[in-house]
Protein backbone atom coordinates (compact mmCIF):
# COMPACT_ATOMS: atom_id res chain seq x y z
CA UNK A 1 0.00 0.00 0.00
CA UNK A 2 1.29 3.61 -0.73
CA UNK A 3 1.90 6.13 1.27
CA UNK A 4 -0.81 9.19 2.02
CA UNK A 5 0.05 12.06 0.37
CA UNK A 6 -0.46 15.55 1.95
CA UNK A 7 -0.42 19.20 0.53
CA UNK A 8 0.07 22.60 3.14
CA UNK A 9 -1.32 25.66 1.86
CA UNK A 10 -0.49 28.60 3.93
CA UNK A 11 -1.83 32.18 4.32
CA UNK A 12 -0.77 34.70 6.54
CA UNK A 13 2.64 35.76 8.45
CA UNK A 14 5.93 34.53 8.45
CA UNK A 15 4.39 32.68 11.64
CA UNK A 16 1.91 30.49 9.77
CA UNK A 17 5.26 29.73 6.91
CA UNK A 18 6.58 28.78 9.82
CA UNK A 19 4.20 26.62 11.62
CA UNK A 20 3.62 24.60 8.06
CA UNK A 21 6.85 23.82 7.80
CA UNK A 22 6.16 21.97 11.00
CA UNK A 23 3.25 20.69 9.87
CA UNK A 24 4.66 19.10 6.91
CA UNK A 25 7.70 17.60 9.36
CA UNK A 26 4.70 16.43 11.42
CA UNK A 27 3.31 14.81 8.41
CA UNK A 28 6.18 13.29 7.08
CA UNK A 29 7.18 11.96 10.45
CA UNK A 30 3.85 9.82 10.50
CA UNK A 31 4.11 8.23 7.24
CA UNK A 32 2.87 10.15 4.36
CA UNK A 33 4.45 12.24 1.60
CA UNK A 34 4.29 15.52 -0.27
CA UNK A 35 2.13 15.21 -2.45
CA UNK A 36 3.46 15.22 -6.49
CA UNK A 37 3.11 18.53 -8.57
CA UNK A 38 -0.55 18.11 -10.52
CA UNK A 39 -2.11 15.19 -8.66
CA UNK A 40 -4.84 15.41 -5.63
CA UNK A 41 -3.47 14.92 -2.33
CA UNK A 42 -5.05 12.17 0.18
CA UNK A 43 -5.02 15.39 2.89
CA UNK A 44 -4.94 19.19 2.45
CA UNK A 45 -4.29 21.21 4.88
CA UNK A 46 -5.15 24.48 5.07
CA UNK A 47 -2.88 26.78 7.47
CA UNK A 48 -5.08 29.86 7.92
CA UNK A 49 -4.93 33.58 8.83
CA UNK A 50 -7.20 35.88 10.57
CA UNK A 51 -5.35 39.12 9.72
CA UNK A 52 -5.41 39.95 6.15
CA UNK A 53 -8.82 40.96 4.28
CA UNK A 54 -11.38 38.80 3.49
CA UNK A 55 -9.49 36.12 4.94
CA UNK A 56 -12.90 33.85 6.09
CA UNK A 57 -14.16 34.52 2.61
CA UNK A 58 -11.24 33.20 0.99
CA UNK A 59 -11.22 30.01 3.31
CA UNK A 60 -14.52 29.09 2.47
CA UNK A 61 -14.44 30.00 -1.40
CA UNK A 62 -11.36 27.35 -1.60
CA UNK A 63 -13.26 24.68 0.64
CA UNK A 64 -15.69 25.27 -1.66
CA UNK A 65 -13.86 24.16 -4.42
CA UNK A 66 -12.54 21.23 -2.62
CA UNK A 67 -15.73 20.18 -1.88
CA UNK A 68 -16.90 17.91 -5.06
CA UNK A 69 -12.79 16.83 -5.31
CA UNK A 70 -13.00 15.55 -2.51
CA UNK A 71 -16.36 13.51 -3.22
CA UNK A 72 -14.51 12.06 -6.13
CA UNK A 73 -12.03 10.71 -4.15
CA UNK A 74 -12.83 8.38 -1.43
CA UNK A 75 -10.55 8.49 1.92
CA UNK A 76 -9.43 12.04 0.79
CA UNK A 77 -9.36 14.07 4.04
CA UNK A 78 -9.63 18.31 4.93
CA UNK A 79 -8.18 19.83 7.90
CA UNK A 80 -7.99 23.44 8.84
CA UNK A 81 -5.49 25.08 10.95
CA UNK A 82 -4.25 28.63 11.95
CA UNK A 83 -5.26 31.96 13.50
CA UNK A 84 -8.85 31.40 11.65
CA UNK A 85 -9.71 28.23 12.82
CA UNK A 86 -8.94 29.21 16.16
CA UNK A 87 -11.06 31.97 16.08
CA UNK A 88 -13.85 30.34 14.13
CA UNK A 89 -13.77 27.06 15.72
CA UNK A 90 -16.64 24.93 15.30
CA UNK A 91 -18.25 27.40 12.62
CA UNK A 92 -16.01 25.75 10.17
CA UNK A 93 -17.30 22.36 10.00
CA UNK A 94 -21.05 24.36 10.31
CA UNK A 95 -20.08 25.57 7.13
CA UNK A 96 -18.48 23.13 5.75
CA UNK A 97 -19.51 19.76 6.79
CA UNK A 98 -17.08 17.72 4.93
CA UNK A 99 -13.79 19.25 6.68
CA UNK A 100 -12.34 16.16 8.39
CA UNK A 101 -9.87 18.10 11.22
CA UNK A 102 -10.14 21.65 12.82
CA UNK A 103 -7.18 22.51 15.41
CA UNK A 104 -6.02 26.20 16.55
CA UNK A 105 -2.20 28.11 16.51
CA UNK A 106 -2.02 26.18 20.40
CA UNK A 107 -1.48 22.28 18.81
CA UNK A 108 -0.36 22.17 15.56
CA UNK A 109 1.31 19.14 17.23
CA UNK A 110 -1.91 17.10 17.41
CA UNK A 111 -2.78 16.80 13.38
CA UNK A 112 -1.77 13.34 12.66
CA UNK A 113 -3.58 12.01 15.25
CA UNK A 114 -6.53 13.47 14.90
CA UNK A 115 -6.86 12.71 11.07
CA UNK A 116 -6.06 9.25 12.24
CA UNK A 117 -9.44 9.81 14.60
CA UNK A 118 -11.35 11.09 11.73
CA UNK A 119 -10.72 8.54 9.64
CA UNK A 120 -11.64 6.15 12.26
CA UNK A 121 -14.61 7.36 13.81
CA UNK A 122 -15.88 9.01 10.46
CA UNK A 123 -16.63 12.30 11.82
CA UNK A 124 -15.45 15.62 12.20
CA UNK A 125 -12.50 16.45 14.98
CA UNK A 126 -12.26 19.89 16.35
CA UNK A 127 -9.59 20.28 19.33
CA UNK A 128 -8.69 24.48 19.57
CA UNK A 129 -6.78 24.72 22.89
CA UNK A 130 -6.65 27.84 24.94
CA UNK A 131 -2.76 28.14 25.73
CA UNK A 132 0.10 26.30 23.97
CA UNK A 133 1.31 22.90 24.79
CA UNK A 134 4.34 22.30 22.73
CA UNK A 135 6.79 25.11 21.68
CA UNK A 136 6.43 24.99 17.57
CA UNK A 137 9.66 24.95 16.96
CA UNK A 138 10.76 21.39 19.19
CA UNK A 139 8.37 19.88 16.58
CA UNK A 140 10.16 18.21 13.64
CA UNK A 141 10.19 20.10 10.27
CA UNK A 142 10.12 19.70 6.56
CA UNK A 143 11.93 23.32 5.32
CA UNK A 144 11.33 24.32 1.52
CA UNK A 145 15.06 25.74 1.54
CA UNK A 146 18.24 23.72 2.58
CA UNK A 147 20.20 27.48 3.23
CA UNK A 148 17.52 29.34 4.84
CA UNK A 149 15.45 28.79 7.76
CA UNK A 150 12.89 30.33 10.39
CA UNK A 151 13.87 30.13 14.16
CA UNK A 152 11.03 31.05 16.56
CA UNK A 153 12.59 33.02 19.60
CA UNK A 154 9.03 33.64 21.07
CA UNK A 155 5.46 33.24 20.36
CA UNK A 156 2.41 35.31 21.20
CA UNK A 157 2.16 38.88 21.79
CA UNK A 158 1.56 40.85 25.07
CA UNK A 159 0.09 44.23 23.16
CA UNK A 160 -3.44 45.47 22.56
CA UNK A 161 -3.32 47.10 19.04
CA UNK A 162 -6.78 47.92 18.47
CA UNK A 163 -6.80 46.83 14.93
CA UNK A 164 -5.13 43.46 15.72
CA UNK A 165 -6.66 40.41 17.05
CA UNK A 166 -3.48 38.02 17.06
CA UNK A 167 -3.29 38.34 20.65
CA UNK A 168 -6.40 36.62 21.54
CA UNK A 169 -5.85 33.66 18.70
CA UNK A 170 -1.66 33.68 19.62
CA UNK A 171 -1.62 34.01 23.42
CA UNK A 172 0.39 35.59 25.53
CA UNK A 173 4.43 36.04 24.75
CA UNK A 174 5.82 33.06 25.47
CA UNK A 175 9.90 32.86 25.35
CA UNK A 176 12.43 30.24 24.38
CA UNK A 177 15.23 30.23 26.13
CA UNK A 178 18.64 31.59 24.30
CA UNK A 179 20.47 28.21 25.08
CA UNK A 180 17.39 25.86 23.07
CA UNK A 181 17.46 29.00 19.93
CA UNK A 182 20.90 28.78 19.90
CA UNK A 183 21.24 24.69 19.88
CA UNK A 184 18.46 24.86 17.00
CA UNK A 185 20.54 27.02 14.96
CA UNK A 186 23.54 25.34 15.51
CA UNK A 187 22.03 22.22 14.72
CA UNK A 188 20.34 23.96 11.37
CA UNK A 189 24.31 24.86 10.83
CA UNK A 190 25.46 21.55 10.30
CA UNK A 191 22.61 20.17 8.37
CA UNK A 192 23.79 23.08 5.35
CA UNK A 193 21.75 26.36 6.66
CA UNK A 194 23.28 29.32 6.31
CA UNK A 195 20.95 31.85 7.03
CA UNK A 196 18.57 32.51 9.69
CA UNK A 197 15.91 34.69 10.52
CA UNK A 198 14.82 34.77 14.25
CA UNK A 199 11.02 35.29 14.58
CA UNK A 200 8.53 36.45 17.07
CA UNK A 201 5.55 38.81 17.39
CA UNK A 202 7.64 41.29 18.91
CA UNK A 203 11.43 40.41 19.39
CA UNK A 204 11.99 43.13 20.94
CA UNK A 205 10.35 42.10 24.34
CA UNK A 206 12.07 38.60 24.26
CA UNK A 207 13.49 37.98 27.44
CA UNK A 208 10.69 40.16 29.07
CA UNK A 209 9.19 36.41 30.59
CA UNK A 210 12.84 35.16 32.16
CA UNK A 211 13.77 38.74 33.61
CA UNK A 212 16.42 39.93 30.96
CA UNK A 213 15.41 43.08 28.71
CA UNK A 214 18.35 43.32 27.33
CA UNK A 215 18.21 39.37 25.49
CA UNK A 216 17.39 39.47 22.74
CA UNK A 217 20.41 42.25 21.79
CA UNK A 218 22.42 39.37 23.41
CA UNK A 219 20.79 36.75 21.59
CA UNK A 220 21.79 38.57 18.31
CA UNK A 221 25.30 38.43 19.61
CA UNK A 222 25.52 35.19 20.60
CA UNK A 223 24.61 34.56 16.72
CA UNK A 224 27.72 36.04 15.59
CA UNK A 225 29.92 33.24 17.72
CA UNK A 226 28.09 30.11 15.38
CA UNK A 227 30.91 28.96 12.94
CA UNK A 228 29.00 28.49 9.50
CA UNK A 229 26.26 30.82 9.94
CA UNK A 230 26.58 33.45 7.39
CA UNK A 231 23.32 35.73 7.50
CA UNK A 232 20.92 36.79 10.63
CA UNK A 233 17.82 38.34 10.21
CA UNK A 234 15.11 39.05 12.67
CA UNK A 235 11.11 40.19 12.46
CA UNK A 236 9.03 41.73 13.74
CA UNK A 237 10.31 44.39 16.30
CA UNK A 238 8.37 47.17 17.77
CA UNK A 239 8.93 50.87 18.20
CA UNK A 240 7.87 51.07 20.97
CA UNK A 241 10.51 48.55 22.60
CA UNK A 242 12.95 48.85 20.17
CA UNK A 243 16.71 49.63 22.22
CA UNK A 244 19.86 51.04 21.50
CA UNK A 245 21.44 47.73 22.85
CA UNK A 246 19.75 46.09 19.58
CA UNK A 247 21.18 48.49 17.30
CA UNK A 248 24.78 47.86 18.76
CA UNK A 249 24.65 44.53 18.15
CA UNK A 250 23.32 44.94 15.04
CA UNK A 251 26.45 47.12 13.67
CA UNK A 252 28.63 45.39 15.81
CA UNK A 253 28.01 41.72 14.86
CA UNK A 254 29.06 40.99 11.25
CA UNK A 255 26.88 38.01 10.24
CA UNK A 256 23.77 40.42 11.46
CA UNK A 257 22.72 41.51 8.07
CA UNK A 258 21.68 45.48 7.85
CA UNK A 259 18.08 44.94 7.61
CA UNK A 260 15.55 46.63 9.62
CA UNK A 261 11.82 45.47 9.34
CA UNK A 262 10.07 48.17 11.72
CA UNK A 263 5.88 48.56 11.14
CA UNK A 264 5.03 51.90 11.40
CA UNK A 265 1.33 51.60 10.88
CA UNK A 266 0.35 55.52 11.09
CA UNK A 267 2.48 58.96 11.38
CA UNK A 268 0.39 60.25 13.19
CA UNK A 269 0.49 60.72 16.85
CA UNK A 270 -2.90 60.75 16.91
CA UNK A 271 -3.98 58.04 15.13
CA UNK A 272 -1.34 56.01 17.01
CA UNK A 273 -2.98 56.53 19.91
CA UNK A 274 -6.33 55.48 18.78
CA UNK A 275 -4.60 52.33 17.30
CA UNK A 276 -2.65 51.85 20.79
CA UNK A 277 0.91 51.67 19.87
CA UNK A 278 3.05 52.98 22.46
CA UNK A 279 5.23 55.36 20.32
CA UNK A 280 4.56 58.57 18.60
CA UNK A 281 6.22 59.49 14.78
CA UNK A 282 9.00 61.53 17.41
CA UNK A 283 10.39 58.47 18.80
CA UNK A 284 9.66 56.53 15.47
CA UNK A 285 11.75 58.64 13.55
CA UNK A 286 14.79 58.92 16.02
CA UNK A 287 14.69 55.39 15.93
CA UNK A 288 15.39 55.67 12.05
CA UNK A 289 18.24 58.17 12.57
CA UNK A 290 20.19 56.05 15.23
CA UNK A 291 19.93 52.96 12.76
CA UNK A 292 21.05 55.18 10.13
CA UNK A 293 23.94 56.68 12.32
CA UNK A 294 25.23 53.11 13.27
CA UNK A 295 24.45 51.27 9.74
CA UNK A 296 24.55 53.99 7.29
CA UNK A 297 23.75 51.19 4.05
CA UNK A 298 20.59 49.95 6.47
CA UNK A 299 17.56 49.07 4.15
CA UNK A 300 14.43 49.56 6.38
CA UNK A 301 11.01 48.32 5.19
CA UNK A 302 7.77 48.98 7.14
CA UNK A 303 3.86 48.78 7.61
CA UNK A 304 1.59 51.32 7.22
CA UNK A 305 -2.44 51.02 7.36
CA UNK A 306 -4.84 53.72 5.28
CA UNK A 307 -7.81 54.60 6.63
CA UNK A 308 -7.91 53.80 10.29
CA UNK A 309 -11.07 54.91 11.85
CA UNK A 310 -10.92 58.83 12.80
CA UNK A 311 -7.77 59.10 10.30
CA UNK A 312 -7.88 62.99 8.46
CA UNK A 313 -6.62 64.26 5.92
CA UNK A 314 -3.81 65.81 8.17
CA UNK A 315 -3.30 62.46 9.78
CA UNK A 316 -2.65 61.00 6.64
CA UNK A 317 0.06 63.83 5.31
CA UNK A 318 1.72 63.10 8.80
CA UNK A 319 1.98 59.46 6.95
CA UNK A 320 3.47 60.61 3.99
CA UNK A 321 6.16 62.91 6.28
CA UNK A 322 7.52 60.13 8.16
CA UNK A 323 7.45 58.33 4.47
CA UNK A 324 9.60 61.08 2.94
CA UNK A 325 11.74 61.16 6.30
CA UNK A 326 12.73 57.63 6.76
CA UNK A 327 13.30 56.82 3.05
CA UNK A 328 12.17 53.03 3.19
CA UNK A 329 13.49 50.93 0.67
CA UNK A 330 9.88 49.05 0.52
CA UNK A 331 6.46 49.10 2.53
CA UNK A 332 3.62 46.64 3.14
CA UNK A 333 0.44 48.90 2.64
CA UNK A 334 -3.15 48.11 3.80
CA UNK A 335 -6.33 49.61 3.39
CA UNK A 336 -8.12 49.57 6.42
CA UNK A 337 -11.39 47.09 6.94
CA UNK A 338 -12.89 45.72 9.62
CA UNK A 339 -11.62 43.01 11.67
CA UNK A 340 -14.34 41.01 13.79
CA UNK A 341 -13.40 40.37 17.39
CA UNK A 342 -10.90 43.88 17.50
CA UNK A 343 -11.46 46.95 19.20
CA UNK A 344 -11.53 48.96 16.28
CA UNK A 345 -14.33 47.45 14.22
CA UNK A 346 -16.50 49.22 16.96
CA UNK A 347 -14.63 52.54 16.80
CA UNK A 348 -17.11 55.54 15.10
CA UNK A 349 -15.69 57.75 12.06
CA UNK A 350 -15.01 54.39 9.98
CA UNK A 351 -13.67 56.27 7.17
CA UNK A 352 -15.52 56.12 3.53
CA UNK A 353 -14.00 53.21 1.15
CA UNK A 354 -13.15 55.93 -1.39
CA UNK A 355 -11.40 58.01 0.60
CA UNK A 356 -9.47 55.30 1.88
CA UNK A 357 -8.55 54.21 -1.78
CA UNK A 358 -7.32 57.61 -2.37
CA UNK A 359 -5.53 57.70 0.42
CA UNK A 360 -4.35 54.24 -0.09
CA UNK A 361 -3.13 55.15 -4.06
CA UNK A 362 -1.28 58.48 -2.96
CA UNK A 363 1.06 56.38 -0.82
CA UNK A 364 1.71 53.39 -2.50
CA UNK A 365 2.92 56.06 -5.00
CA UNK A 366 4.88 57.99 -3.00
CA UNK A 367 6.22 55.13 -1.16
CA UNK A 368 7.25 53.24 -4.68
CA UNK A 369 8.99 56.58 -5.89
CA UNK A 370 11.34 56.28 -2.68
CA UNK A 371 12.19 53.30 -3.02
CA UNK A 372 13.29 53.30 -6.84
CA UNK A 373 15.24 56.51 -6.11
CA UNK A 374 16.72 54.20 -2.95
CA UNK A 375 17.19 51.74 -5.31
CA UNK A 376 18.83 54.01 -7.90
CA UNK A 377 21.98 54.70 -5.48
CA UNK A 378 22.94 51.16 -5.82
CA UNK A 379 23.48 51.09 -9.38
CA UNK A 380 27.13 50.71 -10.14
CA UNK A 381 28.29 49.15 -6.65
CA UNK A 382 29.50 46.14 -6.23
CA UNK A 383 26.36 43.60 -3.81
CA UNK A 384 27.03 40.27 -2.20
CA UNK A 385 24.33 37.67 -3.18
CA UNK A 386 22.83 34.88 -1.48
CA UNK A 387 21.62 32.89 -4.36
CA UNK A 388 17.78 32.18 -3.84
CA UNK A 389 16.18 28.70 -5.01
CA UNK A 390 12.47 29.42 -6.10
CA UNK A 391 12.51 33.34 -6.73
CA UNK A 392 13.28 34.23 -10.44
CA UNK A 393 14.61 30.84 -11.36
CA UNK A 394 11.93 30.92 -14.57
CA UNK A 395 13.22 33.65 -16.47
CA UNK A 396 14.51 31.43 -19.25
CA UNK A 397 14.44 34.44 -21.90
CA UNK A 398 17.59 35.60 -20.15
CA UNK A 399 18.41 32.88 -17.91
CA UNK A 400 18.63 35.29 -14.92
CA UNK A 401 18.82 34.07 -11.40
CA UNK A 402 18.24 35.85 -8.82
CA UNK A 403 19.60 36.27 -5.41
CA UNK A 404 19.35 38.70 -1.79
CA UNK A 405 21.55 41.48 -1.17
CA UNK A 406 22.80 41.58 2.50
CA UNK A 407 20.03 44.35 3.01
CA UNK A 408 17.35 41.59 1.74
CA UNK A 409 17.02 43.65 -1.64
CA UNK A 410 15.88 41.38 -4.12
CA UNK A 411 18.61 40.98 -7.00
CA UNK A 412 18.35 39.43 -10.54
CA UNK A 413 21.65 38.70 -11.92
CA UNK A 414 23.25 37.04 -15.08
CA UNK A 415 24.69 33.95 -14.31
CA UNK A 416 28.22 32.91 -15.05
CA UNK A 417 28.51 30.19 -18.45
CA UNK A 418 25.66 28.51 -19.47
CA UNK A 419 22.91 28.06 -16.79
CA UNK A 420 23.79 24.15 -16.25
CA UNK A 421 26.95 26.01 -14.71
CA UNK A 422 24.87 28.56 -12.56
CA UNK A 423 26.08 29.18 -9.32
CA UNK A 424 23.60 26.43 -6.54
CA UNK A 425 21.22 28.48 -4.41
CA UNK A 426 23.08 29.13 -1.10
CA UNK A 427 26.12 29.60 -2.94
CA UNK A 428 27.04 33.86 -2.92
CA UNK A 429 27.97 35.75 -5.78
CA UNK A 430 29.42 39.20 -5.81
CA UNK A 431 28.12 41.62 -8.88
CA UNK A 432 27.70 45.02 -10.10
CA UNK A 433 24.31 47.05 -10.25
CA UNK A 434 23.44 47.70 -13.71
CA UNK A 435 19.42 48.35 -13.03
CA UNK A 436 17.19 49.73 -10.59
CA UNK A 437 13.56 49.16 -10.45
CA UNK A 438 11.12 49.98 -7.66
CA UNK A 439 10.84 46.49 -5.82
CA UNK A 440 14.19 44.69 -7.18
CA UNK A 441 17.24 45.32 -8.90
CA UNK A 442 19.19 43.99 -11.76
CA UNK A 443 23.21 42.67 -12.58
CA UNK A 444 23.21 41.98 -16.49
CA UNK A 445 27.31 42.36 -16.00
CA UNK A 446 29.67 39.76 -15.49
CA UNK A 447 29.94 38.13 -12.28
CA UNK A 448 32.59 39.56 -9.91
CA UNK A 449 33.12 35.70 -8.15
CA UNK A 450 31.44 32.79 -6.84
CA UNK A 451 31.96 31.23 -3.47
CA UNK A 452 30.49 27.35 -3.60
CA UNK A 453 29.14 26.87 0.06
CA UNK A 454 28.03 24.38 2.22
CA UNK A 455 24.77 25.37 1.80
CA UNK A 456 25.31 24.79 -2.09
CA UNK A 457 26.55 21.42 -1.83
CA UNK A 458 23.52 20.61 0.62
CA UNK A 459 21.03 22.02 -2.03
CA UNK A 460 22.53 19.94 -5.07
CA UNK A 461 22.71 16.91 -2.88
CA UNK A 462 18.89 16.92 -2.12
CA UNK A 463 18.29 17.69 -5.83
CA UNK A 464 20.18 14.79 -6.66
CA UNK A 465 18.10 12.49 -4.56
CA UNK A 466 14.82 14.19 -5.48
CA UNK A 467 15.61 13.63 -8.88
CA UNK A 468 17.07 10.21 -8.93
CA UNK A 469 20.47 11.49 -9.79
CA UNK A 470 22.65 9.98 -7.66
CA UNK A 471 25.42 8.05 -8.85
CA UNK A 472 24.29 8.66 -12.41
CA UNK A 473 26.30 11.46 -13.36
CA UNK A 474 24.12 13.62 -14.82
CA UNK A 475 23.91 17.41 -14.18
CA UNK A 476 22.01 19.22 -11.16
CA UNK A 477 23.36 22.21 -11.00
CA UNK A 478 20.48 24.84 -12.25
CA UNK A 479 17.68 22.10 -11.44
CA UNK A 480 14.46 23.52 -9.85
CA UNK A 481 14.41 23.90 -5.97
Given at each position: ?????????????????????????????????????????????????????????????????????????????????????????????????????????????????????????????????????????????????????????????????????????????????????????????????????????????????????????KLLRACGEIEGLERVRFTSPHPSSFTDDV???????????????????????????????????????????????????????????????????????????????????????????????????????????????????????????????????????????????????????????????????????????????????????????????????????????????????????????????????????????
Amino acid sequence: MSARTYQVRTYGCQMNVHDSERLSGLLEDAGYVAVPEGATADVVVFNTCAVRENADNKLYGNLGHLAPVKAEHPGMQIAVGGCLAQKDRGEITRRAPWVDVVFGTHNIGSLPVLLERARVAEEAQVEILESLETFPSTLPTRRESVYAAWVSVSVGCNNTCTFCIVPSLRGQERDRRPGEILAEIEALVAEGVSEVTLLGQNVNTYGVEFGDRLAFGKLLRACGEIEGLERVRFTSPHPSSFTDDVIAAMAETPNVMPQLHMPLQSGSDAVLRAMRRSYRQERFLGIIDRVRAAMPDAAITTDIIVGFPGETEVDFEQTLHVVEQARFSGAFTFQYSKRPGTPAADLPDQVPTEVVRDRYERLVERVNAIAWAENRRLVGRTLELMVAEGEGRKDQATHRLTGRARDNRLVHFTPPGPLEEAPRPGDVVEVEITHAAPHHLVADGPVRSVRRTRSGDAWEARSAVSDNRVGLGMPTVGAPA
